[in-house]
């Protein structure tokens, strides 16, 4: 297939209304945090980037396209989030592999914030990748760092300028080299007024010198508990006049419609029914470990039964796959209790080696920093050995699943 501008929907406005495309969610966590995104929120009738219905693993995700594909064809396959790709870098290089393997006739994209895209270049371009989309709100740290409530870089918080000034050299250093490597680079620009709509142009002279393909004046988007949810959303006007001025030094895209992070279909279209439940058939299939995640972490009083609330284990079970079954790896100490989204962040991190996590209990909020974090959590109670022998043979533990007030986690679809 010819790669080109007139082929990719998001790339070309003539190609979006025979051209469908496809985004499997399966980057939950994200390393900034933008001042215009708030992914606590899903409609389906609400378009726009972080919003998804369902988070799929990689294996889920090529088996909700294969069965979208039954369907209709799909001529581009992306990764958009519902968090960054490369803050999910296994998931993602995992899940294009998988595409790329079942389907090399198909373009490949991702959109990215380009804080951690560039060791993974290279691969990219291995794996057919031929489009990549890069935000990009600030060419001078001072404006740049103003996006960004903080970004995380190499296990270090920033903020202000300090943020500005690290993603703003990652991003542009990302166009060189996916320039260098063939992809084609669409920059996407938020206007958002009093802090960058005076510097749309200059965004778009630097990439437009850069190389850059196109770029996407975008109009902010006010959202509910943002810290730019109080802003107004700009004029068409202003809008015009910002791409007309850009336009100067880099070819415009003005037929956006804010993809969400599982959109299917033309641009024009929403998510029909049907593919909206392929979704979530998708999303209820069994899990399965995989090299980066081969073990599963498990809540238990006395390491027979799943029967602890994950709040109160002061310590985790670690079971890993082997040749003749499964075994106990390690018994894992948590943090102590307190410390809000700190605590629930490190024990994410004291797991990142565990594909899943079953306990008998767990709140909201560590709940969603677990699953941010890649990890299925499964509320379930019963007996350890039962879960496991299920779990690693990529069954369903629906039979498991607590049913007393609820299920605030996910046994194998339970949402």
């Not at 990764?79 to 790709?85: H, L, N, Q, S, V």
Request: hydrophobic share 35%; aromatic share 4%.
């Amino acid at each position: 297939m010819k790669i080109n501008l007139d082929n990719h929907p998001c790339f070309s406005k003539d190609a979006c209304h025979d051209h469908a495309r496809i985004h499997l969610p399966v980057a939950p966590k994200c390393n900034v945090q933008c001042g215009f995104c708030n992914r606590k929120y899903d409609c389906v009738n609400e378009s726009r980037p972080g919003v998804t219905s369902s988070v799929l693993t990689p294996g889920q995700a090529l088996y909700y396209l294969e069965k979208a594909m039954e369907k209709r064809f799909f001529d581009v396959v992306g990764i958009a989030g519902p968090g960054d790709p490369f803050a999910n870098p296994e998931e993602t290089m995992e899940t294009l592999s998988l595409v790329h393997a079942a389907y090399p006739e198909v373009m490949l994209c991702v959109a990215t914030n380009g804080l951690n895209i560039r060791p993974y270049i290279p691969e990219l371009a291995r794996l057919g990748v031929t489009h990549v989309t890069l935000t990009i709100n600030g060419v001078d740290p001072e404006t740049a760092g103003k996006a960004y409530r903080w970004i995380r870089h190499d296990k270090k918080v920033y903020r202000g300028k300090a943020a500005g000034e690290i993603i703003m050299n990652e991003q542009l250093q990302a166009i060189k080299e996916l320039r260098e490597n063939d992809i084609l680079v669409k920059i996407n620009s938020i206007i958002i007024p009093t802090v960058n709509d005076h510097h749309i142009h200059e965004i778009a002279k630097v990439v437009g010198d850069l190389d850059a393909t196109t770029q996407n004046c975008l109009p902010l988007l006010p959202v509910k508990d943002t810290d730019f949810g109080h802003l107004p959303h700009p004029k068409h006007e202003d809008v015009q006049e910002i791409r007309k001025k850009s336009g100067e030094h880099i070819p415009q895209m003005g037929h956006c419609r804010r993809c969400r992070a599982d959109a299917a279909g033309l641009l024009e279209e929403a998510m029909s029914e049907g593919t909206a439940g392929l979704l979530r058939e998708a999303a209820s299939q069994p899990v399965h470990p995989g090299e980066e995640r081969p073990c599963v972490a498990i809540a238990s009083n006395e390491g027979m039964l799943v029967n602890q609330h994950l709040g109160h284990a002061t310590k985790m079970r670690i079971y890993r796959k082997g040749d003749s079954g499964y075994a106990l790896d390690a018994e894992r100490i948590m943090p102590a209790p307190g410390r809000g989204d700190e605590r629930w962040i490190e024990i994410a991190d004291r797991l990142k080696d565990c594909f899943a996590v079953l306990v008998s209990g767990i709140g909201g909020r560590p709940n969603e920093v677990l699953s941010e974090s890649g990890i299925k959590v499964m509320q379930v109670e019963g007996l350890i050995d039962e879960a496991l022998r299920g779990l690693f043979k990529g069954e369903d533990l629906k039979h498991m699943a607590v049913r007393k007030g609820g299920c605030t986690g996910n046994a194998a679809g339970c949402a």
